[in-house]
């Protein structure tokens, strides 16, 4: 904190960055606008115009006109939900873990998980091709979902009867130096796992992405009942009524559901470098 | 009383939003990055491909222009010098553009922002035509162009290519 203080407050070079920011916005509003009205015009080609429309509404336009709206009104401290790349809320924060990255690394792998690879260019022709031929893709990369304003630090998931379109999957933060829950428990990282059930549309910027099963308690329990079981030594305290039970919508618009408490699982006693 | 903390406000500051961006030299190259260099490049080649058939045609079209001047006839080598200036001034411009892509993607700010401010510049007198104007734009006229520059500015505007041309910045 001592240093943002002694750093500038602002900038003039990130006022122009905003202004920009904010024009392309708005142009690509209007372009949208006017690739639609011509898909009218052109006959059978309406069609691919159609999707171009689509492209630009889906993956441009609404990403960027949610990542300047959300700037404005979610709060950018932790509230106990994961944020989107377009700064929309995703995944609710349901696990904690106490350790070190190999220690974790270690309990999952003996928990039956297996480790997602970065988003790639290689690894997401992969998610698309083994979409496709329904071929079956154990580390098919997760998308990215910030907390304390950074990307998720690693990734596991399990697949289900190898089909990509479900899987269970959780993502890990490692927290700030000195950072403690609301609350005042230390914690060393925190995690969201959440259950994919199906491909479909977003609801908020109407792209493909993976629609998950409401109920998150279910896979918080899976996973912290395959920590357990898969090394005797994980011990879980269980924070009850960290998030009060609350009702949501995660970034992609599916709702959630959950009692509130938070494991706090503690791989401490694990070997430091995998066997 | 006087260690208490102060309250903190209900909404957040408007300098939050400017806050610089992190000092990161190490940063890896974002695909909005390379995405706004390889649209300016795109840019590049079309107008490379049309200085090129202007040129194949070049018989053609001075067959077909017929300038003149109240007091002076234009001769059609002064007419063909003329337009060998313009294509010459137009592939100076072409290579400029070039340049300024391959620096964006090295992650020079400067060449972002003048990318950046041309392509606003150039969308602005679009609409400005469009709206005041009521002069069409479709497939056939120029939305290609238009939806180039609007993509252009959309990916370099991004906040990880301001990030990645900014990762040297110390503030």
Known sequence: MATEQRARRYSIGIAVDWFFFVFAGLASVWLAYLSLTDTFNVGWWGFVFALAFWVLLAYLVLPRLH?????????????????????????????????????????????????????????????????????????APVSPLFLFSRQQDFAYQQEVDGNPAQRHHVRFWICPDGWLLPGGYRV???????????????????????????????????????????????????????????????????SIRTDGDLPIVDVRPLPAVAP | MTDAPDKRPAFEPATRLLKPTA???????????????????????????????????LPTVLSQIDVSFDDVAATPQLVEATLVVILIVIGAFLLFDAILAILILRGHNWARVVIMSFSALSISASFIQWWAEGQEITITTTLLQLGLDILILLALSSRSAAAYARRNERH
């Open chain 2, 23 to 57: 000092y990161d030299p190490a940063m890896r190259r974002p695909t909005s990055t390379v995405a706004g260099a390889v649209l300016v490049l795109l840019r590049v080649v079309v107008g490379v491909i049309w200085i090129g058939s202007v040129v194949l045609e």
């Open chain 1, 188 to 254: 060393d990282w925190l995690a969201a796992g959440t259950f994919d059930t199906a491909v479909g549309l977003s609801l908020f910027t109407l792209q493909v992405t993976h629609r998950i099963d409401a109920d998150t308690d279910i896979e918080r329990d899976h996973i912290v009942k395959t920590l357990t079981s898969g090394d005797a030594r994980v011990a879980v305290t269980i924070l009850q009524d960290f998030s009060t039970g609350y009702h949501a919508r995660n970034g992609g618009g599916d």
């Open chain 1, 67 to 139: 990542r300047i709206l959300t700037t404005i009104y979610v709060p950018d401290y932790f509230i106990g939900r994961a944020r989107t790349s377009d700064g929309l809320l995703g995944d609710p924060v349901n696990l904690a873990f106490l350790g070190e990255a190999e220690q974790i690394h270690a309990a999952m792998a003996a928990a039956g998980w297996t480790r997602a690879d970065p988003v790639t260019l290689g690894s997401s022709w992969r998610i698309v091709s083994s979409t496709l031929t329904r071929r079956s893709y154990g580390e």
